[in-house]
């Protein structure tokens, strides 16, 4: 049985011709780009290139672009290095953990930070947003897309009211959910600093980029060599740099995600059909990024099904990938504020760019399934 | 480095007519766990070990074996006094101690027809050695180091003396089927049971979906360490599912656990008989759970046809932590992937079942065919 892989907000299979550039920055480009000599040289060439092209697709300049070892890395570099001692941070209480714990951290050391709540599909509260905001504020962090439901935020309206409210605050918007998916601009969209991670996309893992609009502002988290502008030592990862420079010339034309949305509604309106319980967790239809469907099945344990559905080899996950070993309900669906039963049985299909009608027939015929015998042996539970 | 390894076995010495039985079974389990490197002989109520290369490793796996009580690299020499108290000095410049060390000699003769007897060795063999090494002092009530000399054919000089397991070979207690899942306790009680020489067949009670792919290999790494203890059999994966299933679907939730357990009873009787098990070994200990209260233990008991050994009846909790720490188990069992029954544990299960209670649900279930068709598909790990 051929598997049907719906977990692309986890991760993406790396493009075959990523996977090239990166052998051959291993092997035959194997240079460091520091080393004065022409294999060093052509490995900084190559990581030159890799760098305008991540520049070139959110529309930034080549350095305003600090490579690192992922999103993990990048919110923490924005974060950390972007922030002041004492004074004041918002942020939302869905965010990835490595927004989150760093912000924790900074509340140890005696930071005020203030977690927004969202509502029931996930976006956080404006007039909230507005009242926490002071003059003091020195720092905002709010994901573009929110990677276990896929709700977009208002960005643009985010940014409008701290500016007004909050002259002085920096801000950073995790974009690891966005890129590739919808469009990303920051000429238009005015961020101080802005994350993105390659394997999300079809390159490899453990490589990613931060966005800083003013380099001059980051204090680097790593001490050392003082490679990419100081912002970020240790030898350049070049095979995973390359690799991403590659994966964005591959990243899809705009039509290609929204018939990628088509797809996943008429995903969903076939599983509706045969399963009418089926309850849709986060934005409403047309809203969400077109990657990300959050499906609960009231009652039914998401673990149980997720696992009930890598039997019939259909990959999901339940919550985030990253949670799903703690025993407990998603604190990004707790936030969503739904009853117990709804958020226990939530499930996210999250879509590859190349997911196609035929794939939908297969899936959803397995999915059915799946649920269809839950269904019968947990009738009563 | 040694010549060999002297072993020396307990309890088993004291087995009459068995004893050449125990014997065979021990050096049967010594080859099993060595992987049959090295050469193994015997003479009179000792073994002796040769190893080919790591002597650490050998003795590291020789603490394993049960039914050996000391373990000590030792020196074979000729029955001459010059080479004895040679061997002796080599082996304590081998050793690192401190400026001032008190020692005394101790001599087994069991050869009589050597010229000094046991007093005289000692005598003569200390005076060299307190030649020999000035920093030494005797000190005949407790010492720091003991030169042990053993005059047989051979005469053997020792210093080291590493303690064995103890307990009996497996192999001698006869055959018991050991339900194995992966938490902390049942592991323990496999290894208990080892140790009082039971050829242990561990059972595994595997309910995907109900329960995560990764607690099943969380099950063969526990297993792995067992056989570091001696287990000889494989793994018997018992695809519980199918009986699972029923009993969501036709029990009431608050006995589900106990009939889950009475049912895997069940399971074991039908494995006893087709394998010629005498036992069932159980990790339970009074009181530690629900299904764990006499009247509980009383309605699985009931069942068993041959006796159900829970070697941990009787200590606390944090008493089997230390042991599976001991063993090696401890590290696998806490990871975070439940084992059989966690996912759809009632709130409020029945602590004191009636088992007339329990026998009226029973009726209505038709479960026989399930239980033998899943033993016979078992799929040996």
Known sequence: ???????????????????????????????????????????????????????????????????????????????????????????????????????????????????????????????????????????????????????????????????EKAPQALIHTDAVQAWGRIPLDVQKLRVDALTLSAHKMGGPKGVGALFIRRPELLKPLLQGGGQEDGLRSGTENTPGIVGMGIAVTLLPPRGKMSSLEKVKESFYKELKKQLPKLKRVGPEEGEGVPHILNLSFPGFPAQVLVQALSEEGVFVSAGSACSTRKEEVSYVLKALGLQEKVLRGAVRFSFPEDFSDEGIQEASRRVINVFKRMEKVMGNV | ???????????????????????????????????????????????????????????????????????????????????????????????????????????????????????????????????????????????????????????????????????????????GILMLSGGIDSPVAGWMMLKRGIDVLPMHFSSHPYTNERSLEKVKELVKILQKWGLKRPLYNVNFTPIQEELIREAPGDYLTILMRRMMIRLANIQAKKSGEKSIITGESLGQVASQTIESLHSTGVLAESPILRPLIGLDKQEIINRAQEIGTYDISIQPFEDCCQVFVPTHPVTRPELTDIEKIEEKLDLDQKLLEAIENAEKI
């Open chain 1, 1 to 163: 049985m051929e598997g049907i892989y719906l977990d692309a907000a986890a991760t993406t299979p790396v493009k075959p011709e990523v996977a090239e550039a990166v052998k051959k920055m291993m092997t035959a480009e194997f240079g460091n780009p520091s080393s004065l000599h022409g294999l060093g040289v052509k490995a900084e060439k190559e990581v030159k290139k890799a760098r305008t092209r991540v520049a070139k697709s959110i529309k930034a300049r080549e350095n305003q672009i600090i490579f690192a070892s992922g999103g993990t890395e990048a919110n923490n570099l924005a974060l950390s290095g972007l922030n002041k001692p004492g004074g004041h941070s918002v942020t939302a209480q869905i965010e990835h953990p490595s927004v989150l714990e760093v912000f924790r951290e900074l509340e140890r050391q005696g930071q005020e930070v203030d977690y927004l709540g969202v509502d029931s599909c996930g976006y956080i509260n404006l007039t909230e947003l507005e009242k926490k905001l002071t003059l003091d504020t020195r720092l905002i962090s709010i994901a573009m897309v929110n990677n276990e439901i896929g709700t977009i935020q208002k960005l643009e309206e985010i940014i409008k009211i701290t500016r």
């Open chain 2, 1 to 175: 480095m040694s010549d060999l390894i002297l072993l020396r076995y307990g309890e088993l010495g004291l087995k009459g007519h068995n004893r050449s039985f125990f014997i065979k079974k021990l050096k049967e389990n010594i080859r099993r766990i060595l992987d049959g490197k090295g050469q193994l002989t015997s003479a009179h109520g000792r073994l002796f070990f040769h190893p080919d290369g790591n002597e650490r490793e050998a003795v590291e796996k020789l603490q394993r074996v049960f039914g050996l009580v000391g373990i000590s690299p030792a020196r074979e020499v000729h029955l001459d006094m010059e080479e004895i108290a040679a061997a002796a000095e080599n082996l304590i410049s081998g050793m690192n101690m401190g400026t001032q060390t008190t020692f005394k000699v101790e001599t087994r003769r069991s050869n009589k027809s050597f010229y000094l007897n046991s007093m005289e060795i000692n005598r003569d063999l200390g005076a060299k050695l307190l030649k020999t090494f000035p920093h030494l002092k005797v000190d005949v009530h407790k010492p720091k180091l003991k030169v042990r000399v053993e005059i047989r054919s051979k005469a053997f000089v020792y210093i080291d003396d590493k303690p064995g397991p103890g307990g009996l070979p497996v192999g001698t207690g006869g055959r």
